[in-house]
């Protein structure tokens, strides 16, 4: 299977757009980082090295501490595709968080967007 060249692309280069899309919709970089940590288990340390050392994606999501098993409740359209049928396992991370972002954005709380309760 050919390699995306997304999967090149530094955290570092999108995570700005994270924030920025966020922001611009009343919401902080401190719940983006929380979303980032519930569905990596990266703690804001981690982060900041991943952010410094300009981690590629693939490593960024191959190498999380903790992947959060409740990821796989993450359902619904991203970019026109259902998140659930991404068969490719690394884009399919790659557009969890994606979705989660927007939810974010939307308006959704927290405790809906992490899957609580």
């Not at 955290?11 to 611009?24: D, L, R, T, W």
């Not at 401190?30 to 991943?50: F, H, N, Q, R």
């Not at 049928?85 to 991370?93: A, V």
Request: hydrophobic share 35%.
């Amino acid at each position: 299977m050919p390699r995306h060249r997304i999967y090149s692309i530094s955290f570092a280069s999108v995570y700005p757009h994270y924030i920025a899309k966020a922001e611009k919709k009343g919401r902080t970089k401190a719940e983006v980082d929380k979303i980032i940590s519930w569905l990596t288990g990266y703690g804001p340390d981690e982060l900041e090295a991943i952010l410094s050392d300009k981690t590629d994606l693939e490593t960024f999501f191959a190498k999380a501490p903790h992947p959060n098993p409740s990821r796989a409740q993450i359902k619904g359209l991203i970019c026109g595709i259902r998140v659930e049928e991404i068969e490719d396992p690394l884009m399919r991370e790659i557009r969890y968080l994606d979705k989660l972002i927007d939810e974010l954005a939307k308006g959704k709380t927290m405790e809906k967007i992490l899957r609580e309760g």
